[in-house]
């Protein structure tokens, strides 16, 4: 397949806010892909060359990219150094250079989608002497082979900002209609689900059809997408739905790791489905002394500790873990960590995903011997809403964010990658009529003003509309911000400036400065009211009105954990205000 067809079918794409039309789109571009590109198609339009969970990295850097449209094209480098100032995005560098690109050579090469994948494979994986000269020259060639699109679409990849928008949901939508039917979406979204790998999936479903799918099972070190839970404003609420009786599990504030045990190896992943497996090896050891089997998936928090007093420690503690490549050794011992484990989703060759919480919970229990480290989740099993309540206040009272409320029922099942209403959290602010925090993404910021001139002085926040795949702004964030995070705000966000408001932003607001919607901060509010300048939930509410977040104040929490798509919801906002008004 020609890389072009590809690259055009982007431009389509991009050009679109629309969810229906993005996945007609899709289906028309993977109705021309033969089946043994499906997998690159997949990987490349998910802006990746790999699933995320072998943390595969381009690893070039932007000065490199700059170099090479340099090199491909011959335009002044002055000239190209202003084109990246104005508004940051490679692919726009190297769409005006390539079209005014001097002819440098008579010899051309005709680019097809495996011609550009092996490249950007081999430019990946270069490390090295000589792997800086390497990855210029492959990066020239195929910059001077490129058309203007084509160049565009490359260097965004390299980037790793592709800019079209297309969540996974979207693309899967597009799989069902181009190789199955919408009745059988459910069924793709289920493997996909499994294996976390949306690639495989279509290559299988391309190849073999629907039926090919029942062979993706879960596997000892391909992690499943994590299970999510819903939101309730109170215990007797939590137990009508949940029948009566049910769980109630110690939320603890840390980083969620899923587990996957071998007699010679362990694997750690986050919620994102991260390898960090290399920046908790003291997790990784008592974890190995802790578990009784062969093999396992286990669910559970890391959470941070103080050694001296056993106090549990704020999640941002445990986040100076992360991304650490050096001083790992002083990092362990100066931020050491506990893991409680909550879940049982594999044993010994057994899926347990399909079988009822209790039955997790029993086998959990089995694997796992307890020690100073690696302990399992507290838990209370009860049908009375006061003993529910005064366990809930002993919680809050040793430090945990709240419970996590765990069905009991026959189909309490672990539903990889869905939120419902098998497991519901609880996490109430007494003092506030906004009955839980919220993880919002930035979409835009304001100039500051006074102290905060030169930076940033408030953020605009949005949730995510699934259904309409738009992110929809529901407040202006200034509060809470100490001069430390103040300071980071740049270093977090201009690497996802646009030069106006991003497609996928719904806004009635004009900001001074628009972002790719990447960044999800916590966010806690005195009460949901409606407004007529924000987008959340326009007019579900009343005519000419959304919803909005009233005294907002950002918790110092930085959800490294979650992508933007997995931020709080506008159907959650709206459950809030409709439970807040009650």
Known sequence: MDYLTLAEAYEKIEATRSRLEMADLLVELLRQVPVDEVEMVILLTQGKLAPDFKGVEMGIAEKLALKAIYEATRVNETEIQKLWLRDGDLGNVAFEAVSRKKQTSLFTEHLSVKMVFRNLEQIAGSSGA?????????????????????????????????????ADMTLIDALAIAYASKEERDAIERAYNTCSDLARVATILAGDGLGGLENIKLEVGIPLRAMLAERLPGIPEILEKLGGKCAFEYKYDGLRIQAHIRKDKIQLFTRQLEDVTGQFPDLVEILGKSFKGKAAVLEGECVPVDINTGEMLPFQTVSKRRGRKYELTSAVTEYPVMLYLFDCLYLEGGDLTQTPYTNRRKMLKKCIKETERVKL??????DDAEEAEEYFRKVIGKGGE?????????????????????????????????????????????????RRAGNYGALLMATYNPERGIFETVTKLGSGFDDAMLALL?????????????????????ADYWFEPSVVLEVKGAEITLSPIHTCGWELVRKNSGLAIRFPRYTGKVRQDKPAEEATSTDEMLAMYEMQAK
């Not at 492959?138 to 990849?157: C, F, G, N, Q, W």
């Not at 989740?377 to 009860?382: H, K, N, S, Y």
């Not at 740049?490 to 004009?510: G, I």
């Open 130 to 166: 000589g792997s800086q000269d390497m990855k210029l020259k492959l990066l020239a060639k195929m910059m001077h082979d490129s058309s203007p699109v084509e160049a565009k679409y490359i260097a965004r990849t390299l980037a790793g900002k592709l800019r079209l928008g297309i």
């Open 402 to 450: 709240g419970i996590m409320a765990k069905s009991l029922a026959p189909d309490s099942y672990y539903r990889a990658g869905s939120r419902g209403w098998n497991w519901i959290k609880f996490k109430r602010d007494y003092k506030s009529e906004m009955n839980d925090t919220v993880d919002l993404v930035v979409v835009g910021a304001f100039s500051g003003k006074g």
């Open 377 to 382: 989740a507290e838990v209370l099993i009860t």
């Open 490 to 510: 740049p270093e977090l966000l201009d690497t996802h400036k646009t030069d106006k408001v991003h497609r996928l932003v719904d806004s009635k607001m004009q």
